[in-house]
């Protein structure tokens, strides 16, 4: 099971820490992705990491053009949980997020699409952030 949590209202420019903690199951293992979805809009992929098992792809990181350099994608083994920095954050930035387990061993991301939701196997309820002034 994946909780997200972390969620809330801020201010355009704010920040906010999203969490996405692993239960029943050891989460390093896993490539982990953070997708949002707006009203009226599709699921998109904006951030994932890969496994952490040693290879050379252990932990790579990919990023949604339009996230890249205002949000990080990181995790946390001790805690079983991964994280999502978010800062500068934008009106457009409004939206649910989830996260996503892919239980796949890394693997380049140019071999697949890192972000497609068909590629993770399970997900958690959502976590809504609103950015508005």
């Known amino acids: 099971q994946l909780v997200e949590s972390g969620g809330g209202l801020v201010q355009p420019g704010g920040s906010l820490r999203l969490s996405c903690a692993a239960s029943g199951f050891i989460l390093r293992t896993y490539g982990i992705g953070w997708f949002r979805q707006a009203p009226g809009k599709e699921r998109e992929g904006i951030a994932c990491?890969?496994?952490?098992?040693?290879?050379?792809?252990?932990?790579?990181?990919y990023y949604r053009d339009s996230v890249k350099g205002r949000f990080t994608i990181s995790r946390d083994n001790a805690e079983n949980t991964v994280y999502l920095q978010m800062n500068s954050l934008k009106p457009d930035d409004t939206a649910v997020y989830y996260c996503?387990?892919?239980?796949?061993?890394?693997?380049?991301?140019?071999?697949?699409?890192?972000?497609?939701?068909?590629?993770?196997?399970?997900w958690g309820q959502g976590t809504q952030v609103t950015v508005s002034s």
């Open positions: 990491i890969s496994g952490n098992d040693g290879s050379t792809y252990d932990s790579s990181t």
């Open positions: 996503a387990a892919d239980g796949r061993a890394p693997r380049p991301y140019t071999s697949y699409d890192p972000l497609g939701v068909r590629e993770y196997d399970f």
